[in-house]
């Protein structure tokens, strides 16, 4: 019992005593949320307790292994994801007309894992290089943030490549990319909207035309932006209340305890309520940046910076997304949707922040 006791006191050396305390607290929130979502089923709150209870375990668990040792993860968790990528290509399961699914006995979504994969890969690489960082690098960089970023938009999942591109960017930017580069990036994309606007699926351009006017299609294609606004807005300061909510209550609401469930926390704690949950998500991103600044390598410093960064860009994108700001795309509000695989992807994420800073050192490889 003692070498039990000893082993649990030291694992949770490793972790952030501020991040878990922000972090359980956006869960708190989120199992009531998701509670009131599912009707109070008993199937998707105790899913949801299974699935908060791993990912904190996942968390824990990767907060105690040394940055060193994660830097090694990359490179080959890299390789397999891509791979995994091209066998979605050639062999995944079609479901809705994508192609994004690997059937390896279970479904698995091979994008998931480069969420971490790349970020990872691309931390690695530069802290490799560090003392003698020239372009050469970064266009090795951009490389390695392309060729996953064309295979996931290929499936289609714009919603996933987009955040894939803005992790590579986050963390290309952290490692000293020009800026004379990102402006002429940025004026190259610009000049480039149409001929991207040719090649997105007639699904996508009516997502970005519906966001312009979704009444043009109220039963269809803008059902989803209209329904969640009107939540939102009916919610008023303070909100009906839990369970309270009329346009989660009589199912008007699509996908809200996924992602939609900003909706249904909209309606039924209001923008007082909103104001408080985006300022613990602030206070997570606060500490991310914290832990970068803090950090004794540069190792240490792209992987806190870019996955403090990465939260908040999904935070962003799906509270924009849900408020009629921003197209649909699909993408799960953080610590509040419910979902197995990007809640332990979250917070494996989280762990890596908390082995940032609570090792001090990490070994050159």
Known sequence: MPRTSHWFLNGLRHVDGILLTLVVLVLGISLAVVTSASGQSAARISGHLVNIGLALGVMVV?????PHLLSKVGPPLYV?????????ALFGEIRNGARRWLNLGFAFQPSELLKLALPLMLAWYFHRNEAVLRAKHYLVGGVLLVVPFLLILRQPDLGTAMMLGASGFYLLFFAGLPWKVILAGATLGAASLPVVWGLMHDYQQRRVLMLLDPSSDPLGAGYHIIQSTIAIGSGGLFGKGWMQGTQ???DFIPERTTDFI?????????????ILLVGLYLAIVARGLVIAARAPTLF????????????????????????GILPVVGVPLPLMSYGGTALVTLLLGVGILMSVATHRQLNKS
């Open 62 to 66: 990767i907060a105690n292994v040394p």
């Open 80 to 88: 397999a994801g891509v791979v995994l990528l091209v066998g979605v």
């Open 248 to 250: 989660n209550q009589l």
């Open 262 to 274: 900003y909706a249904v926390f909209g309606e039924e704690f209001g923008y007082a309520g909103a």
């Open 300 to 323: 240490g410093r792209l992987m806190a910076a870019t996955l403090s960064l990465n939260l908040f860009t999904y935070v962003f994108v799906n509270m924009g997304m849900v408020s």
